[in-house]
């Protein structure tokens, strides 16, 4: 292949890199490695270059021959690659992300609870004027039936009930008509 990039084997990928072959499977799922040509009895392979293979041995952590033996990890400075100056310093930073996403968690319930009172706020100001809305339209229906029963009324008097003729028959006497 082109660029010195050849297919191996899972296994046989697994022997170049110093892993297991498992751990070669989790990369291709994880996208960190490409896959290859079947082999000729249907064998699937993984692409690696003589660079892929440099950078993933030195990025695969080496434990202490009497660490793997008994399950121990090694959690010494610079067992990872990091020194000890740059672990205290990615914590550092880690510490401030924590310490900036508490502080907006903060300020983000205050808003929440400054808009929650003003929601509240709101829709007892919309109760009040429904009630208040309803109450005029109340007091305007109430005027219109008064004003109907004394526009009847007037009515009455002019078309002539006999009450309505009696007293104008007396206003008429008395001379205020």
């Known amino acids: 292949m082109d660029d010195g990039r050849t297919p191996y084997t899972y296994e046989q990928a697994a022997a170049v890199l110093g892993i297991n072959a498992e751990?070669?499977?989790a990369r291709l799922r994880r996208g960190s490695l490409r896959r290859g040509p079947s082999t000729n009895d249907d064998r699937p392979t993984v692409i690696l270059s003589p660079d892929d293979i440099?950078?993933?041995?030195?990025?695969?952590?080496q434990a202490e021959p009497d660490a793997a033996a008994d399950g121990r990890v090694d959690v010494r400075p610079g067992s990872d690659g990091l020194g000890l100056k740059e672990m205290v310093e990615l914590l550092r930073v880690q510490?401030?992300?924590?310490?900036?996403?508490?502080?907006?968690?903060?300020?983000?319930?205050?808003?929440?609870?400054?808009?929650?009172?003003?929601?509240?706020?709101?829709r007892d100001a919309v109760t009040h004027e429904r009630a208040q809305v309803a109450a005029a339209l109340a007091a305007q229906q109430a005027a219109e039936r008064a004003r109907e029963a004394a526009e009847a009324e007037a009515a009455g008097w002019?078309?002539?009930?006999?009450?309505a003729r009696a007293?104008?028959?007396?206003?008429?006497r008395r001379g205020t008509r």
Request: net charge positive; aromatic share 6%; proline share 2%.
């Open 23 to 25: 751990a070669v499977r």
């Open 54 to 61: 440099a950078t993933l041995r030195a990025s695969v952590r």
């Open 95 to 122: 510490t401030e992300r924590a310490d900036a996403a508490q502080v907006e968690v903060a300020a983000l319930s205050v808003r929440t609870g400054r808009a929650e009172g003003e929601a509240a706020a709101l």
């Open 158 to 163: 002019m078309t002539g009930n006999p009450f």
């Open 167 to 172: 007293a104008r028959a007396f206003l008429w």
